[in-house]
């Protein structure tokens, strides 16, 4: 079956850095993405891996292994609106997006 | 970029009456979109894949007559939740799929039935 895992929930200080780690198994693959969350709106999108290594854009970075099953996405100097939940999802070879539960983040001060 | 526009962004209703629920791709066509329910704290399940042209497909445990999605334009799918009753409530997201790498969602539905 198709299995897309990552953390529950997070906690992290304002300022700091944290990593919310995805590991995936699907039926083919066609790229990996991140999306914010905050309460009661829809998804906006992050980043989009389809090869291995890092990508970084601003405070945000999202890093791809494909051998090995698995991403992250590096959050640095976060801020407190970086409070939100972190999905992510994999496209697999019908290029159908399969989602994660999502990592709710929580920044305190 | 890519903008995908859903509306209602909020509807309450009756229990009994249908809701239909739009999501239009503004600047790009759309051969593919996917509708979405999310319930509170969770992630998003796909419902079903609305095809141009064609017959949408369904997920497993989805009722296609509850549920009614016609995709009847390259720009416009809509999702028609019939005979609505409380449980029904939920935040429902429309997606469109531009490129193969790519989707964009609409702002979402808040639907509630009373």
């Known amino acids: 079956g198709q299995n897309i895992d990552q953390p529950t929930e997070m906690t992290a200080t304002e300022g700091a850095i944290v990593q919310i780690n995805c590991t995936y198994q699907?039926?083919?693959?066609?790229?990996l993405f991140w999306y914010q969350q905050h309460a009661g709106e829809a998804p906006t999108f992050l980043s989009y891996n389809v090869l291995d290594g890092l990508e970084e854009k601003g405070r945000f970075s999202s890093f791809l292994s494909r051998s090995k099953g698995y991403s992250y996405l590096l959050l640095k100097e976060l801020q407190m609106k970086d409070s939100a939940s972190y999905l992510c999802?994999?496209?697999?070879?019908?290029?159908?997006?399969?989602w994660g539960a999502g990592t709710k983040l929580i920044i305190k001060p | 970029g890519a903008v995908v526009s859903q509306h209602p962004s909020r509807v309450i209703c009756k229990s009994g009456t249908s809701v239909k629920i739009e999501c239009r791709s503004l600047d790009f066509q759309a051969t593919t979109m996917f509708w979405y329910r999310q319930f509170p704290k969770k992630s998003l399940m796909l419902m079903a894949t609305?095809?141009?042209?064609?017959?949408?497909?369904?997920e497993q445990g989805v009722e296609k007559d509850k549920f009614l999605i016609n995709h009847a334009s390259l720009t416009l799918s809509t999702l028609t939740v019939t005979s609505a009753h409380p449980e029904d409530s939920s935040f429902y997201i429309c997606?469109?799929?531009?490129?193969?790498?790519?989707?964009?969602f609409g702002s979402g539905t808040r639907l509630t039935v009373v």
């Open positions: 609305s095809n141009e042209g064609s017959k949408a497909t369904y």
């Open positions: 997606s469109a799929r531009e490129v193969e790498s790519g989707h964009t």
């Open positions: 699907t039926s083919g693959f066609n790229g």
């Open positions: 999802a994999v496209m697999d070879s019908n290029y159908q997006l399969i």
